[in-house]
């Protein structure tokens, strides 16, 4: 599902306008990307946590070639779904 089609579903939902519905979604996601840039978990009861995890530098292969490669240690964010969310996946 891409931004625009949730934004159309939720604004539809809900009653509220495009442009509303639009800035709701927008301010929630800035507001998760700040808290994961702060290096703070975000979680939805139900749905699950987004948290910053921390990537050791290390070397890796390029493949097809024996050359060795050196990645900087990085921050990525992991997704742990809820026990609702996976529960309502299966049924």
Known sequence: MKKSVLINE???????SRNETE?????????I????????SV???????FEPVKKNAREIYIPGTTTKVKVAEKF????????TLKKMIQD
């Open 10 to 16: 939720v604004s539809e939902k809900t009653g509220l």
């Open 23 to 31: 800035l709701v979604i927008n301010t929630m996601l800035d507001s």
């Open 33 to 40: 990307v700040d808290c994961l840039k702060n290096r703070e």
């Open 43 to 49: 979680s939805f009861l139900g749905f699950g946590s």
């Open 76 to 83: 990525g964010v992991r997704f742990k779904p809820g026990k």
